[in-house]
């Protein structure tokens, strides 16, 4: 194994590999793993410092040094709206928290998640706004797709130049350090999902997070910037739950705190835990071992003291509160703007809470319960030891169950309300096709054309949204088609909230139908005003009443 050193070489070295027991050592330093400790890097050889590396995760770290280098040359302000500088793309509109550089660097943008990668789409049909910026954090690559046109559009230049003017030359990187794909397409994807970087500049990219040197020796950030960077937490749900940062994801454990990339998915990319009060920062190429990360642990409770103190503590202990997390939750940390999604997150990934007023909540997840006992504020926790945090903000409107996040639905998430009753109230609104007959008065076939006209609106609308609405909008780049179904779903929608003012017509002037009729027919008005009642529900837990934009 050969040793490579930075320019930069002023502080001494505090974890030799050589010290290390050779099974911590095997993990820390192979052919797929090394670490840097100060200026210094270990177990980077030769090959894998000149070999390129899908980045994965860790191009988003790149995109946020190079963003906060962009607003130190003024280029930038960290707080000023995004829509400003890209009105194409974003609305700017002041009766709304607009999305800011810190929100895309946080990924709490509130962007939607997306169904197809490969398209050639315009950026404005990804960017769709469905919480509150602030609100939410999530792996959100839409938000990273904004920052990179907006690092283009602020400096004038392309993507490639301003990582090498704001980011590799400070390093003494040259500019082939990082490739990005060839892009034959205009795909917004490609710049981001194929970035790729050599070991070495990998190695001193992820060394700015705990040494902040350029190649000179000068802060590569000011001090306050590079403080905000690692430290300040822009978002978090809950005093004990992982915090973001502009650097990635805060975690801590056993009273020390480190920076990983943020995101999930680390098969193909570098992965890196970094511990700026350590001086230290181990890489990995590809996903991490349970073996790689107790070595991790290991070495670092070895090595140096704990840092954190009793804050997180204390922030909990001031928290109160009188909530009792009783209702339905549905999973919340991929939000989607494709109907299917939403349908299955439903079906698949809602939980059911009930809170005993004791202390006690029973998570009802549709395979087995499980018991959690409160241990402070938003805190409970299993008898195993598995915790479950709720928010602060909305009093448990959101909920953290090991690493997946949930939101309160109510009733609007119950499963046989929104889905399984579905047919049967198409089937109870399609009846209305009955009054078309010439055998009734006018009014009466009316109803009946208002009502089976609207079902078969909405109807044909849900198959489409459920079906075609992402190849309709990326692939064939059809908003206006998505806009015309839309708007007749809505019309639908209106015809069948008359069924039941018909109904009160009818019963007020006492125009039931003679003969046979009068047997049934105020039962069935009856059932078609509760089922126009219940599909406009449906609609709006779905998330499509209303709805006219296709994006």
Known sequence: MQMFTSA????????PPQNLEASLRDQLVS???FFVNGPLTYGLTQETANRYY????????ILALTALR???????????????HLPEILEDNPFKVQVTLQHLLTETAGFATVPIQNSSSPLRYYAKELRTAGQMAHDDIVGWLVLIKLLERSTGTSIDTVIYTHLLNPLGLPIESIKLPEVVTPSPFQNLLGMKANGQAIAEIVRVLIRNRTKEGSPFLQRYTHDFLIKHHSWRMHPMSDARTLAGVQKRANNRLWLEPAGTDCEKGIFFQAYPAGDVAFIKIGCPT???LN???TTVENSFLPVETNSRQKELEALYSTARFSGLYVRADKPSAWFKDRINFIRDDTLD???RGDGTVIIDDGIRQMTYHRTAAFTYASPSGEGVLFSPFKQGGYMLMGDKFYRYVGPLGNKTMVITAVPFVLIVLFSSLFYVKP?????WRRMGQFGSVGTLLVTASIVLEYTVWPTVLFDWQMPWLINLWRFFMNVGLALILSLPLFAISFTRQNKVPAGKAILFVPLHLGLLSVAAFAMFLIMVAWGLAGEFSAY
């Not at 930069?8 to 974890?15: E, G, H, N, P």
């Not at 962009?70 to 400003?84: F, H, Q, S, W």
């Not at 055998?439 to 009014?443: I, M, Q």
């Open 353 to 355: 809470l009930s809170d």
């Open 31 to 33: 052919e797929s793993s």
């Open 439 to 443: 055998s009734f008065e006018k009014p």
């Open 8 to 15: 930069a070489q002023t502080q001494s070295i505090a974890i």
């Open 70 to 84: 962009t607003a130190e040359a003024g280029l930038l302000d960290i707080n000023d709206p995004v829509a400003r």
């Open 290 to 292: 349970d073996a790689y």
């Open 295 to 297: 070595a991790i642990s």
């Open 54 to 61: 899908p980045l994965g995760n860790t191009a988003k770290t």
